[in-house]
């Protein structure tokens, strides 16, 4: 059992080679939603043995055509590129692997709960994406799709921004990361109709001061483990958000690769709307819950490790009666927790479909609502 009982001169330089734009982005803000500058900047980070030691003026390698690589050891102030280009690459907002079906399932009388097919969407092509590859203090973002170089670097430039320390997405469409950054954050901001596919292949992602990824606006959000892969995402003490891994909007996660999420502060994952997990071999540690989804969180595949200070599971929306609630009819969970193992405010539901094995000091399930557990 596992538990946790202790408690200077702006400068931007733009290189229109036929190689590659090479941007010298500042990172001078913080990395949190609340603003606080993190303890450490990603220029002041320190790369991985892999990465080339940054001098603060550091010259990045040579990138791919039709790429954009952000230098993130050089102090200045990040701006948007804006390059002129003819070919349309709208496709890529997009996602190709959304079919459109659907699985319903009743939770109660009043409550239901459904898997659409962009939470199913499992699959992502390079092709037709955008890549965001990793390297100590310097990123390399790039797109497989066939169009020419101008228009890559033009469409990639209005898709990805630097502002502060955080990588800003603000396009609809399927994103591949990969590598390691470490003082700063991922961060979606879309327009209400927009949504994400956020794949995780192999990514290595920290942050003192503020959840190191976060979904800030949109409509939905989906993060995909890809296959064969190891990802791990951990948030500081001095974390001003609410969870190592933050979303303002519906968040789904599957795949079949393995997830290690730690929370030192707050929450593993928070999700202000309906979190649901369909898949991936997924690692928690926090300081208060390991779970939170505040409308509901729906398990429907996975194999979950929960290990935390607060509760294992939980939600606790109390302004709708159709909300607030657990539901888990697939997975198999292990939850160590010092509070209650789940607890929900309307309704808690499990099924014969999903193994649970709760160990905790307070209830193991904790509603005022309804409660029908098939699992013990």
């Known amino acids: 059992m596992n538990f946790y009982r202790n408690r200077n001169e702006d400068r931007r330089t733009v290189s229109l080679s036929s ?31 892999a990465a080339a030691e940054s001098t603060g003026t550091t010259t990045p390698a040579e990138s791919t055509a039709g790429s954009v690589t952000v230098d993130l050891g050089t102090a200045a102030n990040a701006e948007t590129l804006t390059i002129n280009g003819s070919d349309d690459l709208s496709f890529l907002t997009g996602f190709p692997y959304d079919t459109g079906s659907k699985q319903e399932y009743t939770v109660t009388e009043t409550i239901s709960t459904k898997a659409s097919s962009f939470d199913q969407m499992t699959g992502f092509d390079e092709t037709q994406a955008i890549l965001l590859n990793l390297n100590g203090n310097t990123m390399e973002i790039t797109t497989g799709a066939d169009a020419s170089n101008e228009a890559k670097e033009t469409y990639i430039a209005e898709a990805v921004t630097i502002d502060g320390n955080r990588i800003c997405i603000t396009k609809s469409g399927t994103y591949i990361v990969r590598g390691t950054l470490s003082g700063g954050q991922i961060c979606f901001r879309g327009g209400a109709d927009d949504k994400i596919q956020l794949v995780l292949d192999g990514a290595d992602l920290s942050c003192t001061t503020a959840s190191p990824l976060c979904f800030e606006s949109g409509d939905k959000a989906l993060i995909t483990i890809a296959p064969d892969s190891e990802n791990h995402i951990n948030s500081g003490t001095d974390s001003s958000d609410k969870g190592c891994i933050t979303s303002n909007i519906d968040l789904s996660i599957n795949g079949s690769g393995s997830l290690s999420v730690t929370a030192a502060k707050g929450n593993g994952i928070h999700c202000k709307d309906d979190l649901k997990i369909l898949g991936g071999e997924i690692t928690i540690q926090a300081e208060n819950n390991a779970l939170k989804g505040n409308d509901s969180v729906v398990i429907l595949g996975g194999s979950l490790t929960l290990s935390c200070k607060g509760d294992g599971i939980k939600s606790d929306q109390e302004d709708d009666s159709t909300k607030g609630f657990v539901y888990i009819a697939g997975g198999t969970l292990d939850i160590a927790a010092d509070d209650d193992g789940i607890q929900a405010t309307t309704a808690i539901v499990t099924t014969d479909d999903a193994s649970l094995n709760i160990r905790c000091y307070d209830h193991a399930y904790k509603c005022d609502g309804i409660v029908e557990t098939a699992a013990p």
């Open 19 to 49: 190689a590659a734009i090479v941007l010298s982005a500042a990172l001078l803000c913080g990395c949190s939603n609340s603003g606080v500058k993190p303890a450490n900047t990603l220029a002041d980070v320190t790369p991985t043995p």
